[in-house]
């Protein structure tokens, strides 16, 4: 079946860097996009980026534009997201999920169908 498995979450200190892995496997057919989300407690879900698998084209939320950058390894299915000059405000657990119906990639949530675990990101001094 479809698994979604997020790595790379941790404590890191206000400026500092971390990247987040999204390993993708089990899908009958291809994924279209993959986006990172996030959600930190008492708030939404925040769409944080999105990239497509055939095009590499990207979006990025207004909030992480410039620090984060998200990329993607086809050949081993895996989707990272490179975030620095972390603030606290970035504290959350941070899920990656698989759009696999071809459309206008984006960071509503409502494009994906497949959702990881999530993985807990702590921007603390």
């Known amino acids: 079946q479809v698994q979604l498995v997020e790595s790379g979450g941790g404590l890191v200190q206000p400026g500092g860097s971390l990247r987040l892995s999204c390993a993708a496997s089990?899908?009958?057919?291809?994924?279209?996009?993959i986006g990172w989300f996030r959600k930190a407690p008492g708030k939404e879900r925040e769409g944080v980026s999105c990239?497509?698998?055939?095009?590499?084209?990207?979006y990025y939320a207004d909030s992480v534009k410039g620090r984060f950058t998200i990329s993607r390894d086809n050949a081993k299915n895996m989707v990272y997201l490179q975030m620095n000059s972390l603030k606290p405000e970035d504290t959350a657990v941070y899920y990656c999920a698989a759009m696999v119906v071809p459309g206008t990639i984006g960071i509503t949530g409502h494009e994906y169908d497949y959702w990881g675990q999530g993985t807990q990101v702590t921007v603390s001094s």
């Open positions: 089990g899908f009958t057919s291809d994924y279209y996009a």
């Open positions: 990239i497509s698998k055939s095009d590499g084209s990207t």
